[in-house]
């Protein structure tokens, strides 16, 4: 090596500090897209502007509800219309609604993370063509098979109630489900699998010690698809239930309904107030739902 090449000076960043932030925009400057954000308003516009207009006709009086412009705060703004849905069984429609979906959260979960934990381990041609034969089921309609299902349950005495809506909702949660939790359960190393079974952990010990508290992210991610499955179902409880008893909250909307006019804003009103539980539980769960929906795919 030459005396040259050792004594030439390093390069170094000699800009004065106060220039390093006007750099550091100018950079930033460069990267920024503006179409995509202009895209990004646009879609928040989409979203924002439809619950804005529910949530102000909802605070509206029936007599001017049609008459009424979505965009424009209401004139004479009421709560007479939450009143009415609160003193007209919501309470229990929400009570139903919860315990469907906890019920389907629960079977999603007891079945599909033992499911998906296998499909991941075993290596047998068997268990990749069992796999794939239940992912099928993301390609079935509910309304394709909705008459078997009702026999199914008539056969069953399970009509009119809630395990009508529970099962059929679980069945068809748990494709999706195990998609979402194979992709996460690929992310865990194949070393700490080895490291328990050094270890002479059982597989049961493996599900329980490393693969649950390692797959919390998509677990969370399944909670809530399910429990979205439950809260907005409406094809399962109009089909299998007829008396008030197991009625959810999709069907108590046509309280509102009579063969003389609806009460759009009493209808309103029940679907805001329906949405709140679920908004609150999404907001709780929202980092582990983006990491959980990262995760699908895998490896």
């Known amino acids: ?142 309304q394709a098979v909705v008459v078997p299902l009702y026999l199914m349950i008539a056969k069953l005495n399970l009509y009119d109630s809630l395990l009508a809506i529970v099962l059929p909702t679980a069945a068809f949660a748990m494709p999706v489900s195990v998609l979402i939790l194979t992709g996460t359960l690929r992310d865990i190393s194949e070393e700490m699998y080895e490291a328990m079974a050094l270890d002479g952990a059982s597989t049961t010990r493996m599900l329980f010690q490393l693969v649950i508290p390692m797959s919390k992210g998509g677990i969370s991610t399944v909670v809530i698809y399910a429990a979205l499955q439950a809260w907005n179902g409406f094809l399962f409880p109009l089909i299998f239930t007829q008396s008030d008893g197991p009625r959810v909250l999709t069907l108590g909307l046509f309280d509102y309904v009579s063969e003389f006019g609806v009460n759009i804003p009493a209808i309103l009103a029940s679907v805001v107030l329906s949405g709140v539980p679920i908004f609150i539980v999404y907001l709780v769960a929202r980092r582990a739902l983006v990491g959980g929906l990262m995760g699908v795919g895998g490896k």
């Not at 990267?31 to 529910?54: C, D, E, K, Q, S």
């Not at 001017?64 to 919501?90: I, Q, W």
């Not at 469907?100 to 499909?119: K, Q, R």
């Open 1 to 142: 090596m030459s005396h040259d090449t050792l004594s030439r000076p390093v390069k170094t960043d000699s800009a004065p500090a106060a220039e390093r932030p006007a750099r550091r925009r100018r950079h930033w400057a460069r990267r920024a897209n503006p179409l995509a954000g202009a895209g990004t308003l646009i879609w928040l516009a989409v979203v924002i502007i439809p619950i804005y207009a529910m949530f102000s006709a909802s605070l509206t009086h029936q007599d001017e509800a049609l008459g009424h412009n979505a965009l424009k705060p209401p004139s004479r703004p009421t709560l007479d219309n939450y009143n009415t849905v609160l003193h007209n069984g919501f309470g229990h429609l929400l009570w139903n609604t919860v315990l469907a979906a906890a019920g389907v959260v629960l079977i999603v979960l007891v079945l599909c993370v033992p499911l998906s934990y296998v499909a991941v381990r075993t290596r047998s041609a068997w268990s990749g063509a069992a796999f794939r034969l239940f992912l099928l089921g993301v390609a079935i309609p509910a």
